[in-house]
């Protein structure tokens, strides 16, 4: 069987590209473990969470290898992981989404001086956020709750750092000004959602 240029082109090794060894794939693995295993288990619990990750992890260390020059291999590990839970959420006839109330309980996890006041304030967070569009709660699902960097939340939702940055910053204003948060004294800095 003859080959043609094309195949013969696709099969040789880019010069110069990275390869991905063993050591990149055991450092990359310990650095977002934890918080891709956070955001599956957040949605379908820890059993199956834990199982969701270990196929969205075995995928992304068969496919990594042979893409060793891809820019965003994060991006790529949660959109398989996002596609691994719409296919596990699909067979349980749900849909997945940043729910208000998850984003909520994510805003009150810091500290609790007052129970009662955490609570009044987590429902009045969750029906705001209820306000927001799906893309917006996705992008402060990603930053808030999942802990990624705007770098990243973009690649995931495929929108450029900037585009990112105004629909994290559309959102936060959109919370802010929302009749069900103005009895709350919301402190806010130029810079959050930049980081």
Request: net charge negative.
């Amino acid at each position: 069987m003859l080959l043609g240029l094309d195949q013969v082109e696709a099969d040789r090794p880019i010069v110069g590209a990275p390869v991905v060894d063993e050591a990149m794939l055991a450092d990359f693995y310990e650095t977002h473990v934890d918080k891709l295993f956070r955001f599956l288990a957040g949605k379908v619990g820890r059993d199956d969470g834990g199982e969701l990750l270990s196929q969205v992890f075995e995928e992304f260390f068969a496919w990594w290898p042979e893409h060793p020059e891809h820019p965003k291999p994060v991006a790529t590990l949660y959109r398989i992981a996002r596609c691994r839970l719409n296919d596990y959420l699909r067979c349980h006839g749900r849909v997945e989404t940043f729910e208000a109330e998850e984003l909520a309980e994510a805003a009150a996890e810091g500290a609790h001086h007052d129970e009662l006041a955490d609570v009044v304030r987590r429902v009045d967070l969750a029906a705001a956020l209820r306000e927001l569009t799906e893309r917006e709660r996705q992008a402060l699902g990603l930053h808030y709750v999942v802990d990624l960097p705007v770098k990243d939340c973009a690649e995931v939702m495929e929108v450029g750092i900037d585009n990112m940055k105004k629909i994290l910053k559309t959102a936060l204003h959109k919370l802010r000004r929302s009749p069900l948060m103005e009895s709350y004294q919301i402190v806010s800095t130029a810079k959050e959602a930049h980081r």
